[in-house]
């Protein structure tokens, strides 16, 4: 579900939901600053706890509001958003935390479209969603790299090899190039019996 707010006035929402009961710890709305557009003018985008199982992601950009409604699995509330430029072209991007799990982190990409806030899809117009973590069963990664003039988005996924003292990887590297909210697919390397530590299962979304 998506709305536009003007002036305080918010268009095409539901009634709003019952907030969920959280902990004391835990957070009920975190903000953040973005420049979605590329003016030098910091954006703010904020996250909030919805209802038990979902969240709104906020965004102002000159004087109009923004927002969806976003899934939301965590015990410690919502999470504040990572902001990034995944296609190197000077917007930046949201990254919103949707499920904390044990081990993993589960995200959703977002930045400023022609017609509000747009989520990052593959070329088949599917939703993609990242993951990072994994715990001593998996690694997930995400990280950026500058190839050539382009900015391209890295995701690590792989799996532990239990048969084999000590552990190792068995997995992909996968490059994406991202534009006007898509991920297209690149390069992909093969991770074959690679330790924990090796570089090849190594990655930081600060690097985007």
């Excluded at 709305?29 to 557009?37: E, F, G, M, P, R």
């Excluded at 000077?90 to 982190?105: H, L, P, Q, R």
């Excluded at 006007?180 to 019996?193: E, H, L, S």
Aim: proline share 5%.
């Amino acid at each position: 579900m998506g709305f536009v707010s003007r002036a305080g006035i918010v268009l095409g929402t539901a009634a709003i939901g019952m907030v969920v009961a959280l902990p004391a710890s835990a957070a009920e709305s975190v903000t953040v600053s973005a420049d979605l557009n590329g003016d030098g003018v910091a954006d703010k985008v904020g996250v909030r706890v919805y209802d038990s199982q979902r969240q709104v992601l906020n965004a102002e950009v000159n004087g109009t509001t923004l927002g969806v409604l976003l899934p939301l699995s965590s015990h410690i509330g919502v999470v504040a958003p990572k902001i990034v430029d995944l296609s190197g072209d000077d917007t930046e991007d949201i990254v919103v935390s949707e499920v904390e799990g044990a081990n993993t982190t589960t995200f959703s990409v977002w930045d400023l479209g022609p017609a509000g806030l747009r989520q990052l899809t593959t070329p088949d117009s599917q939703p993609m969603r990242l993951y990072d973590g994994g715990g001593m069963a998996a690694r997930s990664r995400l990280t950026c790299t500058d190839d050539q003039g382009f900015r391209e988005l890295v995701v690590v996924s792989a799996e532990a090899d239990w048969n084999s003292d000590p552990i190792v990887y068995h997995g992909t590297r996968t490059s994406y190039r991202v534009a006007d909210g898509v991920a297209t697919q690149g390069q992909v390397v093969p991770i074959t019996a690679q330790p924990g530590d090796s570089p090849l299962l190594q990655g930081e979304l600060a690097a985007c």
